[in-house]
């Protein structure tokens, strides 16, 4: 597990705001990989937009290869990979370049989780596709799971928000609960966190958690709140022919594509009875 503080502070002004977007399940080089979706979801939408910072969730790229008994055939792959023995580099490289197009400085893409398929890879062959990607692109290898603190600057004051994000684990469920019970049961476990963001699942929600505490300075119960959220994916669930997807196949229930976006706004606010800044999340799917 990676601890993690980002190097560059949000700077804000009072009751301004910035955003967080987490993407992942992208499965770059896939022949259901919905590229152009999110080219437009993710970076014509926020590309330009000083106050938004991106982080990875893992599975950027699909990584099937012909060892992978589980899930390669040869139309696992998109139509211009079919052909190329180097689908890793190629997939790495053309993820790579899109991202380089939209010219984001490096201190707004926080890292990349990795994920089960780059892990795979890293077992089998020896390279690690998420170490790769963060070289080419400049940023931290977050590894499987960890908790990164992003600093806010207003005026004098720095308040710490801390994420924690994990590429998600178990098989993907087949029911519209599923995923929101597993990953709020693990996130009371890795307690610390204001936003806990997951992946795999391909499944995109956000729940916000309600927490009641003891408060033993006013002598009475305070309540609080946490968000877990699934960052959802852009792999298409079937097959736009007649040979199916691995998820098809599996009867995995249709999703979504898309990504989270966490809004995090600075706020005055009353505590007991004095008047001081805090933050204050909201997330969207």
């Known amino acids: 597990m990676i601890v993690y503080e980002h190097p560059h502070p949000v700077r804000l002004a009072h009751n301004d ?37 991106f982080i990875g969730m893992g599975d950027i790229v699909d990584a099937i290869v012909t060892s992978d008994q589980k899930r390669y055939r040869q139309t696992v792959m998109k139509e211009a990979f079919s052909s190329r023995e180097d689908v890793l580099d190629a997939s790495i490289d053309e993820f790579a370049t899109l991202w380089e197009r939209y010219k984001i400085p490096k201190s707004r893409l926080i890292g990349f989780i990795s994920g089960n398929h780059h892990d795979a890879i890293l077992k089998r062959h020896g390279t690690d596709i998420t170490e790769r990607l963060c070289y080419r692109l400049r940023t931290k290898n977050l590894g499987y799971s960890a908790f990164i603190k992003v600093l806010t600057a207003t005026g004098n004051h ?10 998600g684990f178990g098989g993907a469920t087949r029911t519209d609960g599923g ?32 927490v009641v505490r003891p408060n033993w300075t006013a002598s009475h119960a305070t309540d609080t709140s946490f968000v877990v959220a699934g ?33 995090v706004a600075v706020r005055h606010v009353m505590r007991n009875g004095r008047q001081c800044m805090a933050l204050e999340l909201s997330a969207a799917e």
């Open 17 to 53: 705001s910035f955003k967080i977007v987490a993407f992942g399940d992208v499965h770059w080089g896939a022949r259901d990989c919905a590229e152009e979706r999110f080219e437009r979801m993710v970076l014509k939408e926020y590309a330009e937009d000083p106050k938004v910072l």
């Open 158 to 167: 720095k308040m710490p928000l801390v994420l924690f994000a994990h590429h």
């Open 179 to 210: 995923s929101v019970t597993k990953y709020v049961r693990h996130a009371f476990r890795y307690q610390g966190a204001d936003v806990y963001l997951y992946g795999h699942d391909h499944q995109r929600w956000v729940k916000r958690v309600a």
């Open 231 to 263: 960052t959802g994916s852009f792999k298409r669930t079937v097959s736009h022919d007649a040979t199916p997807s691995y998820s098809e196949q599996a009867g995995y229930p249709p999703s979504e594509m898309g990504a989270i976006c966490v809004r």
